[in-house]
C-alpha cells in the first residue's frame, strides 16, 4: 500500500519521520493500568506482532519463488525469516523483569478496559504457524470477533504451507516425494511419511542445494521452537500455574507445543542421513 504524502505532512515532518510514520506509531501504545512498566510490555508485544507480520510476507515470498522453481530467491526470502527470529526472540529478554506481581495488575486492567481474552494469540501469530504447517482449525473460534481475520485465517487454514510447496517442488526435483504429501486436504495436520524422510536422504547426501535448502528450513523450526520456549519460561516466571488459557494452566497449554516442530522429516530422516565409520560411537540406524 502505497502512503500518500500531503503537503501538510511535508510541512509538519521530516522524511524519516514520513517514511517510517513515527507521528502514528508512537500513538499507539496506550497503556491501561498505572504500572510502570506497561508501555515497554506493550512496545515488546507490538515488536513480536510487526515481526509475525513480516515473516509471513517473507514465507509467502518464498512460496511464490518455489511455485517458480526459483530455489535461489526461495533461499533469500527464507534465510530473512531465520535473520528475523534473533530479534524477535531477543523481545523475550526484554521482559523477563516481569514478575506475577508486575503482570496480574496490566490483565486485570487490561480485562477491566478491554474485555477478557482467553489467550494471547494475535492473528498475525496463528497465520504465520499457518504457513509453518502447524494447522489446527480450532483456534479460528477465537477470532470470530474480526470477520476479515478468521476470513483470512480460514483461507491460510485451506491453503498450502510453506512445507507442502517444499514437497512439491522437491517432487518436481525428481526426489521421491508422493503426491498424496502435497496434494491433499490442506486444513488437516500434516502427516510425517518414510518416503519424506528418504528424500531428504537422498537431497541431503546426493544434492548440495537440497541439502542448503533443508538445512534453512531446520533453523526456521529451531528459532520457533526457541520463540515458544522462551514463551513457556517466561509464562513460568509471571503466572506459574494459575488457569490462563482456555481453563488450564499456561505452563499444561503451552509445553505440547514445544512438540509441534515445523517440516519433521527434516529431523526424523537425520536418523539415516550419513554412513557412520568403523569406531564411531553411533551406529548406524536399522533399516
Known amino acids: 500500500m502505497n502512503v500518500q ?4 505532512d511535508r510541512f509538519e515532518q521530516t522524511p524519516y519521520s514520513m517514511w517510517l510514520q ?3 506509531l508512537h500513538t499507539l501504545q496506550r497503556t491501561v493500568s498505572d504500572h510502570p512498566g506497561e508501555y515497554s510490555f506493550i512496545v515488546n508485544c507490538q515488536v513480536m506482532e510487526l515481526y509475525w507480520a513480516l515473516i509471513v510476507r517473507e514465507l509467502q ?5 518455489l511455485r517458480q522453481n526459483d530455489l535461489a530467491k526461495a533461499q533469500q526470502a527464507l534465510r530473512r525469516v531465520v535473520d528475523a527470529h534473533e530479534p524477535l526472540n531477543a523481545t523475550w529478554r ?4 516481569l ?3 508486575d503482570l496480574l495488575p496490566m490483565l486485570g486492567a487490561a480485562g477491566a478496559t478491554l474485555g477478557r481474552d482467553t489467550a494471547l494469540q494475535g492473528w498475525t501469530y496463528r497465520h504465520m504457524v499457518y504457513l509453518f504447517g502447524i494447522k489446527q482449525g480450532e483456534h479460528l473460534e477465537h477470532f ?4 476479515r481475520r478468521w476470513q483470512q485465517l480460514n483461507e491460510a487454514l485451506n491453503a498450502p504451507s510453506v512445507y507442502d510447496d517444499v514437497l512439491a517442488f522437491l517432487h518436481r526435483e525428481k526426489l521421491p516425494i508422493p503426491r498424496a504429501q502435497f496434494e491433499r486436504d490442506f486444513a488437516q495436520p500434516y502427516k510425517p511419511s518414510p518416503e519424506v524422510e528418504r528424500a531428504w536422504q537422498i537431497g541431503y547426501d546426493e544434492r548440495p542445494e537440497i541439502k542448503n535448502l533443508g538445512e534453512t528450513l531446520a533453523d526456521i523450526a529451531e528459532e520457533f521452537t526457541t520463540w515458544k520456549y522462551r514463551h513457556l519460561m517466561l509464562t513460568r516466571r509471571t503466572l506459574g500455574s494459575r488457569k490462563a488459557y482456555f481453563g488450564v494452566s499456561g505452563i499444561e497449554w503451552l509445553t505440547p507445543t514445544l512438540e509441534e516442530i515445523p ?3 527434516l529431523f526424523s530422516a537425520r536418523t539415516f542421513i550419513g554412513d557412520p565409520p568403523a569406531g564411531c ?3 548406524k540406524a536399522k533399516e
Open 144 to 147: 470470530k470477533p474480526q470477520p
Open 22 to 24: 513515527t507521528e502514528i
Open 263 to 265: 517440516f519433521p522429516e
Open 61 to 65: 515470498a518464498a512460496q511464490s519463488s
Open 281 to 283: 560411537p553411533v551406529g
Open 99 to 101: 514478575t506475577p506481581s
Open 5 to 8: 504524502i500531503t503537503d501538510k
Open 94 to 97: 526484554s521482559l523477563s523483569w
